[in-house]
């Protein structure tokens, strides 16, 4: 288990004003009407400065912001095209390699951005980029899954999706022709489904690939909280919820963990209504049931302290990733 720092580091970037230009669209779409706005984010956004030392920060719990309600906090989130049944492609689950045996891998994201006003993003271009760049150098880096960032677009004309309704991702992935275009597609909106969402990502055993993440969930600003990007590139990376039930629920104890929850043994398992606790600066899951003792740091739970991967879950996505690099 490795417990990664997060950091309030976000402060220092204002208004983006000035940051696209007025381009045409180049792949192709660049035929008909210009849809597309190039953004300029300056490099120094994927590098970030203040980064703190990984070694140093091993295995430190990170002084994480209190859960927001406790138990099922996350509770706006929920993929694109759940389904009731087990559908799941497995086989990255059953035995996944070790990492970094089959070397590195590139997974290409393109960030697009929604209008919020007049040529406005509905999210800070440059703070998104920082973020994405905080998950890339923290937790893929050392997976051997390079999660580069593409170019930066304003979607011209999307104001109609400030607020994305459930479907709408992929209604605009088609709309705009995304799909055709280099790197899987990372949508910003004002808001998913009323507010209701922070994330939505789709599963990698279908064909389109999309993520697209809220600017604002109440008053909290979702764009520098890179638990929530880790938490869809997760799934993205075929890692469902720990508390997940397509496939059954799976039972603190005999649980049968390679069939049933998250399909994977590690993390333990999680009923998903539990609470947290801060004991000794530490969050702790307090659940109805004795039995139960999820993790709450583990990114693919709806716990609001959410700082790690577990090494298994690596391993899963490290096996999507050669499929993903090979599709693009
Ligand atoms: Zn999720």
Redesign the pocket.
């Known amino acids: 288990m490795r417990y990664i720092p997060a950091t309030a580091i976000f402060g220092i970037f204002s208004a983006c004003g000035g940051l696209w230009t007025e381009e045409s669209a180049d792949g192709p779409l660049a035929s008909s009407a210009p849809r597309l706005s190039r953004i300029q984010i300056p490099l120094s956004a994927d590098n970030p400065q203040d980064q703190p030392n990984w070694d140093e920060h091993h295995d430190i719990l990170a002084d994480e912001t209190v859960p927001p309600s406790g138990g099922n906090g996350e509770s706006r ?3 694109a095209q759940e389904e009731a049944t087990c559908s799941v492609d497995r086989h990255c689950h059953d035995s996944p390699p070790t990492i970094c045996s089959r070397g590195r891998f590139r997974v290409e994201v393109t960030q697009y951005f929604i209008e919020c006003g007049d040529q406005e993003p509905c999210a800070d271009p440059v703070v998104a980029a920082f973020t994405l760049g905080r998950v890339r150098l923290f937790i893929f880096e050392y997976l051997c899954i390079e999660l580069y960032r593409g170019d930066s677009f304003l979607l011209e004309d999307s104001e109609e999706y400030a607020d994305l309704a459930p479907g709408g991702a992929e209604e605009i992935v088609r709309q705009y022709g995304l799909a055709e275009r280099q790197g899987i597609p990372i949508i910003y909106s004002r808001t998913l489904n009323g507010g209701r969402w922070t ?1 939505l ?1 789709t599963y990698p055993w279908y064909n389109l690939l999309y993520v697209a993440l809220a600017a604002r969930g109440g008053n909290r600003n979702l764009v520098e909280d890179w638990s929530i990007v880790a ?2 590139i997760g ?1 993205l990376h075929g890692l469902l ?1 720990t508390q997940d039930t397509k496939c059954g629920a799976e039972p603190c104890v005999n649980g049968d963990c390679n069939q049933r929850g998250d399909l994977i043994c590690d993390p333990p398992p999680d009923p998903g209504n539990c609470g947290i606790v801060v004991e000794d600066d530490e969050f702790r899951a307090e659940c109805q049931s004795e039995d139960c003792n999820p993790d709450p740091h583990n990114f ?1 739970s709806y716990y609001g302290c959410r700082n790690a991967f577990s090494s298994t879950q690596e391993r899963a996505m490290y096996c999507w990733a050669e499929e993903i690099d090979q599709r693009q």
């Open positions: 989130e929920e993929e994330g990502a938490h869809e799934h919820h693919m």
